[in-house]
């Protein structure tokens, strides 16, 4: 049996993701390849990214690999998904979807959303 990787790792904490299963979906428009790519953190749990032909906007924690979205609890603070770098890059770029630093969580993203969310509260 062949290991699949994956560029996503725990967006918690940073480890390389265990279990990993990437499925082909399909193609769609323009032939553009569509995947689903998810992974286990022994510590955190299910994780899962949709590739088509860019990397992921967003990390999402799973109850398991093509299941519904769990919620996750950081310093109090509940997430049920993680902003990538890509997120916020212009989408026009040519790049590579498999590349790493595309993948890592945009933690700046996460911390204006929550000062924004802290001054409506």
């Given amino acids: 049996m062949q290991v699949q990787r994956t560029p996503m790792r ?39 990214a949709e590739v088509i032909s860019k990397p ?31 997120k916020s890059m212009d989408p026009r770029q040519d790049v590579d979807p498999f590349d790493p630093r595309y993948w890592e969580v945009d933690w700046d993203q996460i911390r204006s959303a929550s000062s924004i969310g802290a001054t409506r509260g």
């Fill in 56 to 86: 992921p906007r967003e990390i999402f924690p799973v109850n398991r690999p093509g299941g519904v979205v769990r919620r996750v609890e950081i310093d109090g603070r509940e997430y049920f998904s993680f902003p990538t770098v890509w």
């Fill in 10 to 48: 725990c967006p918690i904490c940073d480890r390389e993701l265990v279990d990993v299963r990437i499925r082909h979906i399909g193609t769609v428009t323009a032939n553009l390849p569509w995947q689903m790519h998810a992974g286990r953190c022994p510590e955190h749990g299910w994780f899962q």
